[in-house]
């Protein structure tokens, strides 16, 4: 199953740390996801998952690799760096659509545009 | 012991993403209106990432890594898109 039969101890336990960290973030902003009311206080929820969520899990993988092959991995740079620049863009655009649909719907709940 | 030990924080890092996983596809079939579906969607994206990049540590392959990257492009992509769709009507004018 696991391959990693020669990996020290204080490497297995600092990636167990952060993987254990990376999930139960994950799971917290799903939690918050399904728990909030309003969709523009949802919308804030999972980025803990997809900021420090699949970080921490990004580096437990590095960390790993680099110990298992005894030499510096890197490749999980560029899943973050793709995270980091994307997940604000997606999200603020959702966010737009959804105020430009509210507004036109007439709802009294968010403000109206700008004077 | 060692290994002992990262078996099991694998598969309780596992099980927790599943949940989260879960957890999101209930507020995909809920929400009450489109945006919510598209934002729970994205969740489903990250967290299936999340869940191969688990997967990776623990066979030691790097194919899962390449498979979260795709993941990772094509939920973006596919966010993108809806949320354009939402604003629009339409995604290519």
Sequence with gaps: MTQAADIPGWAAILTSLLLLLGSSLTLIGALGLLRLRTFYERVHAPTLGTTLGIGSVLIASMLHFSVLQTRPVLHEVLIAVFMVVTTPVTLTLLARAALYRDRREGNEEVPGPRA | ?93
Excluded: N
């Design chain 2, 1 to 93: 012991m060692s290994t002992a030990l990262l078996a099991w924080s694998i598969f309780l890092a596992q099980m927790l993403l599943g949940l989260a996983m879960v957890l999101s596809a209930v507020r995909v079939l809920r929400g009450p209106r489109a945006q919510d579906r598209v934002l729970a969607l994205d969740t489903v994206y990250v967290t299936a990432a999340t869940l191969l990049l688990t997967f990776g540590i623990r066979t030691g392959g790097t194919l899962y890594f390449e498979a979260a990257l795709v993941i990772a492009l094509l939920g973006f992509v596919g966010t993108a898109a809806l949320a354009k769709f939402l604003m629009r009507g339409e995604v290519i004018e």
